[in-house]
């Protein structure tokens, strides 16, 4: 059975960061593109960052290029992103996901693309 817990959100002012990771279990980690989405109330889920399996292959959307960077962690199985220079437009639920196939890199990803998802961490950026 596959797991996918994240952790890390929290609260903070703008221009400020935080770091949101995911621990994923019941399949072999490395094989797989990770990715962070997210969500805010009334708004369609977004890709942020996506990360290829062996880490070659990184994407951002345009509106977290140069704030955001993701990283992996094939030891531990462990997927992190971290946010700098937050903005309150970036307050939203948080998605860490599994790709829906090993080894596979697609850009731009789509979410229909992840299999596996986390229950997702909340992160708000007060003005």
């Known amino acids: 059975q596959v797991q996918v817990v994240e952790s890390g959100g929290g609260l903070v002012q703008a221009g400020g960061s935080l770091r949101v990771s995911c621990k994923v279990s019941?399949?072999?980690?490395?094989?797989?593109?990770m990715g962070w989405f997210r969500q805010a109330p009334g708004l369609e889920r977004e890709g942020v960052s996506f990360?290829?399996?062996?880490?070659?292959?990184?994407d951002y959307a345009d509106s977290v290029k140069g704030r955001f960077m993701i990283s992996r962690d094939n030891a531990k199985n462990t997927l992190s992103l971290q946010m700098n220079s937050l903005r309150p437009e970036d307050t939203a639920m948080y998605y860490c996901?599994?790709?829906?196939?090993?080894?596979?890199?697609?850009?731009?990803?789509?979410?229909?693309?992840?299999?596996?998802w986390g229950q997702g961490t909340q992160v708000t950026v007060s003005s």
């Open positions: 019941g399949l072999p980690f490395d094989d797989y593109t």
């Open positions: 996901a599994v790709s829906r196939l090993s080894n596979w890199w697609s850009s731009p990803a789509r979410a229909s693309y992840f299999a596996y």
């Open positions: 990360i290829s399996w062996s880490g070659r292959h990184i």
